[in-house]
């Protein structure tokens, strides 16, 4: 892919990146672009035509034809329209022509896309409009190759259809009330402050020839069925064991394709499940990082193709295993550098530190519960609460310093608290001292404090985050108006602002204690405790999705101009279509499998018993084994009997809501039970009769 060229060399190389721009465009140009790139600063349209010129000219020594808007619907995650560079000039001959107008909007029919009834069909205008933010890339995919713009996406009367615009109107809000608080601090330098996100991606490769072969994979990315093998996880021998040389060989293409479009990839290994995998990019500031995280999961998807896996990015591929996550970490930067969730060596004196995680307190006190409907969908159902993951409690782990710290400036007698030990350890004179972060690690809680940033694990495996990006920029930003409000009153009337802002610290701490957990997110006691304090714990879908149209998230929303009231009830909607949709589709493709493959295997298995029986006559052994397997038929047509009536159920219930309860109760009892039946025949069925590819084989051979 990139030969033997230094990725120093190739980092970029795809993308209309700095030095692109400079031989493309004239200086003038490019400085008002930069200043849009980095400032944000409002695009001149003056200046679109040269842009989109010299775009188009990068482009065609690219080998593209084609151009097109790039953009995130709410369902799916990303959505493309190519059309070519053709047009004609004054004589007709054909030459490559692009617009400022093509560069900066674009219109593509919206009908398709959901909009929880916000726009109705007739009216189906929705057009793209260009992201300056975020790189243009050339995507080469096969014969192919199309210049890229990340795009935002709204309908014709100005609703939001997309995921990006309100990301940049909640980075917005966050970043303007960081940036009042250092000022508040007296930082005369920075310009601005930025949110960091780095997103830890995980994922399971398979054989191609496995997938293709499992009906319940290809429509619903996760086995519905299979017996557990006798070997699982058991041993951890795969977390960071050495990488299988076949999936090393996907790893180096996979970054290779990355670095070409200027995607940071940092770190690749194995996770805790066989077959399992992460990607760590390193951290950029948010929309990057979105956009590029999206890129990422469709980049896998290809070159898994190309090496004959499959990718899978299921929240629960395997039951009984482990599942994948996406793990966001979340921080704050100044335009000098500095992150704002330094605690440095000397926490307890950095009081702005210590009023960014108040505001981090105060946010998640307040928001916890749409943190959780944030990462609601079907998938992460499995993951969320079950056994490995995060539980659907959302808390905060602060690790024992950090703890201990906002202990005693709630008691008040801080002074009096020792810095943190020493944090490196002797290991060996001839080794390097290590040093160690001022938090351990505390894998069971979905929100943690990891040394200078918020680790949020609960983000589902194929999600975009950039749902929960937007739901803890405005925690946040919410938690640092708090702040704000009792600290601006002494702005230019206190000469060290520090300890006024201490005293608004210890408030919001003793008002926000029942939000810090440092103990094991997995335990019953912990659930019984946190019903005692209050907190929200969204068992499933339907119910974490009822957040969305609270009154407190719709202010909350509305007050910060992310989303208006209606445009949180078609995302709710949006979202419980999308899960009804998926049960229904899960439900009846299991219902097949059960009827058209266990069952006709499960016969065939009990014919060729039949006949050893009558061979041997009256064997006691068989004789119990043939009824055994009676009994198993049985269930398995009971259980898609129950499945039948769930069904007829849901597709009569007109409310929408009603028909996703239903079908995250009864619905999820019909899928284990015909799971389960189909499980037990899969253990007893001999080998050579059995149609599909088994746990022991998906999960251990590629
Ligand atoms: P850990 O071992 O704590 O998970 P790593 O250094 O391996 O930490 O980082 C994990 C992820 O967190 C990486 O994707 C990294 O880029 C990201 N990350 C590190 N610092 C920040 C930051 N300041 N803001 C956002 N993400 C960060
Ligand atoms: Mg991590």
Redesign the pocket.
């Known amino acids: 892919m990139n030969g033997k060229a230094p990725l120093s060399e190739t980092f970029g190389s795809i993308t209309f990146n700095r030095q692109a721009m400079m031989k493309h465009l004239s200086k003038a140009v490019y400085q008002k672009l930069r200043d849009v790139i980095d400032n944000e600063e409002k695009l001149d349209e003056q200046i679109a035509d040269e842009v989109a010129h010299g775009m188009k000219e990068w482009a065609l020594t690219l080998g593209a034809t084609h151009f097109c808007h790039w953009f995130q619907p709410q369902r799916g995650v990303t959505a493309e329209k190519h059309d070519s560079f053709l047009a004609f000039d004054e004589q007709g001959a054909p030459i490559e022509r692009f617009s400022g107008r093509q560069l900066i909007q674009s219109e593509p029919d919206a009908s398709s896309f959901p909009s929880g009834g916000m726009r109705s069909t007739f009216e189906a205008r929705g057009y793209t409009a260009w992201d300056p933010t975020s790189p243009a890339f050339v995507l080469q995919s096969g014969r192919a190759a199309t210049l890229v713009i990340p795009s935002v996406y709204l309908s014709w009367t100005g609703e939001v259809l997309d995921m990006k615009t309100p990301l940049l109107r909640a980075l917005k809000a966050v970043e303007e009330r960081a940036f009042r608080v250092l000022k508040l601090f007296g930082n005369r330098t920075a310009k601005n402050v930025r949110v960091?996100?780095?997103?830890?991606q995980e994922y399971f490769l398979i054989s191609k020839d496995f997938f293709n072969r499992r009906p319940d994979l290809i429509y619903c990315g996760r086995t519905l069925f299979g017996a557990a093998s006798a070997k699982q996880q058991q041993m951890e021998d795969h977390y960071f064991g050495s990488i299988n040389p076949k999936a090393l060989d996907f790893m180096a293409d996979l970054d290779a394709a990355l670095f070409e479009r200027g995607i940071p990839a940092?770190?690749r290994h194995n996770e805790v499940a066989p077959n399992q995998f992460e990607l760590?990019?390193?951290?950029e500031t948010a929309n990057l990082a979105i956009d590029h995280n999206l890129q990422v999961m469709e980049i896998m998807r290809q070159t898994a193709e190309k090496h004959g896996f499959a990718l899978l990015l299921h929240e629960k591929p395997f039951a009984g295993i482990n599942g994948s996550g996406k793990?966001m970490?979340?921080?704050m930067?100044d335009s000098d550098g500095r992150?704002l969730?330094e605690p440095g060596t000397a926490p307890k004196k950095n009081v702005q530190f210590l009023v960014f995680l108040a505001a981090i307190l105060a946010g998640v006190d307040k928001y916890g519960g749409l943190l959780r409907a944030a990462v609601a969908e079907a998938g992460n159902d499995h993951r969320l609460g079950a056994n490995e993951a995060p539980p659907a409690i959302m808390s905060l782990y602060l690790g024992g310093y950090l703890d201990r710290l906002l202990n005693e400036i709630e008691k008040g007698s801080f002074d009096k608290m020792e810095a943190p030990e020493a944090m490196s350890h002797e290991l060996l004179k001839s080794l390097p001292s290590i040093a160690l972060d001022n938090a351990d690690r505390n894998r069971t809680s979905p929100i943690a404090f990891?040394?200078?940033?918020f680790?949020f694990r609960a983000v589902g495996s194929s999600q975009s985050i950039a749902e929960p990006a937007i739901a803890m920029c405005l925690a946040v930003a919410y938690g640092l108006d708090r702040l704000l409000e009792r600290l601006e009153k002494f702005e230019g009337k206190v000469a060290d602002i520090a300890p006024k802002a201490l005293s608004v610290v210890r408030d919001v701490v003793k008002e926000t204690k029942r939000i810090r957990f440092e103990g094991n997110g997995y335990s019953p006691e912990w659930h019984k405790e946190a019903a005692k304090r209050g907190l929200p714990n969204a068992k499933n879908t339907p119910e974490a999705l009822e957040t969305f149209v609270q009154k407190d998230v719709v202010e909350l929303y509305t007050k910060y101009g992310v989303l208006s009231k209606d445009e949180l009830h078609a995302k709710h909607e949006i979202k419980l279509e999308t899960y009804v949709k998926l049960k229904e589709i899960e439900l009846r493709q299991l219902r097949e499998l059960a009827v058209t493959c266990v069952a006709p295997a499960l016969a065939r298995h009990m014919n060729s018993y039949g006949q050893a029986s009558a061979l041997i006559g009256g064997s006691k052994v068989l004789k119990a084994r043939l009824s055994e397997y009676g009994a198993l038929m049985e269930e398995v047509y009971r259980t898609t009997g129950v499945t039948d009536e769930v069904l007829a159920k849901s597709l009569a219930e007109p409310s929408l809501e009603k028909r996703a309860k239903l079908l995250a109760s009864k619905g999820v009892e019909a899928l284990e039970g015909m799971r389960s039946a189909c499980d037990r025949i899969e253990e007893v069925v001999d080998q050579q009769l059995w149609p599909l590819p088994k746990y022991r084989e998906m999960l251990f051979l590629l």
């Open positions: 960091t996100i780095g997103p830890e940092k770190t760590a990019p390193i951290f793990h970490n979340f921080s930067s992150n969730f990891t040394g200078n940033k680790e």
